[in-house]
């Protein structure tokens, strides 16, 4: 992240600890405006450098129609964090689970899907095999007990933040949302779009990808 001073207004590009120093920066009493480093760069006249970063900004916050990244609070950061920490919890599980699936098939065993089956069938399985191949297994069921574990723990963390947020529980309301899905887009979207409505014709302006996807 680079930033150049202009008058009372610090200029960032949004990259990793973004959202930190913008925060700081408007605890300076400066006004902070990260804007997404494609934005930036076409600005940049030479070799990239720490000044002609500062410059290349410099610029590009002049043009009139240039769009700036919302900052997201501590609050919306720690949310976000605990979600992404999820997901990464979810991906390890479901890869385990696919691993003990695919090992089975080599004993000649194919047990249907999901988390529930596995952990049934699989405890009948270990009871009529031997000691090494129990053992094996035994390990590799351990470790998809505490990833489901990690995950429901995590939820309920997710499910706490959601009921003290009005805007989260609002969201709950639209159907097929539901906590999870309410809260990352309180933390992800921190200007929600706006809706222009007349004559019976609605129009919602679009979401942009950029930064997060």
Request: glycine letters at 8%; aromatic letters at 6%; hydrophobic letters at 45%.
């Amino acid at each position: 992240m680079e930033w150049a001073p202009a008058s009372d207004t610090a200029l960032l590009y949004q990259s990793g600890s973004a959202y930190h120093r913008a925060r700081k920066f408007e605890g300076f009493g400066h006004i902070a405006k990260p804007m997404l480093p494609q934005f930036m760069r076409a600005h940049v006249k030479s070799n990239k450098n720490d000044a002609a970063d500062a410059k290349a900004i410099c610029e590009a916050v002049a043009r009139p129609n240039m769009r700036f990244v919302p900052i997201k609070s501590v609050e919306q950061q720690a949310v976000l964090s605990l979600r992404r920490v999820r997901q990464g919890f979810v991906v390890a599980r479901t890869a385990s689970a696919n691993q003990i699936q695919g090992l089975l098939v080599e004993f000649d065993l194919v047990l249907p899907t999901g988390l529930c089956a596995l952990h049934k069938q699989l405890l009948v399985f270990l009871d009529g095999v031997g000691d090494q191949v129990s053992k094996v297994f035994r390990r590799l069921l351990e470790h998809l007990v505490e990833l489901d574990r990690q995950v429901g723990e995590l939820e309920v963390q997710i499910m706490q933040w959601h009921r003290s947020w009005i805007q989260s529980l609002r969201l709950e309301e639209i159907p097929g949302v539901g906590p999870l899905t309410a809260t990352a887009l309180i933390t992800s979207i921190a200007d929600a779009p706006s809706q222009h409505s007349c004559g019976g014709k609605v129009t919602l302006l679009g979401i942009s990808k950029r930064g997060d996807v």
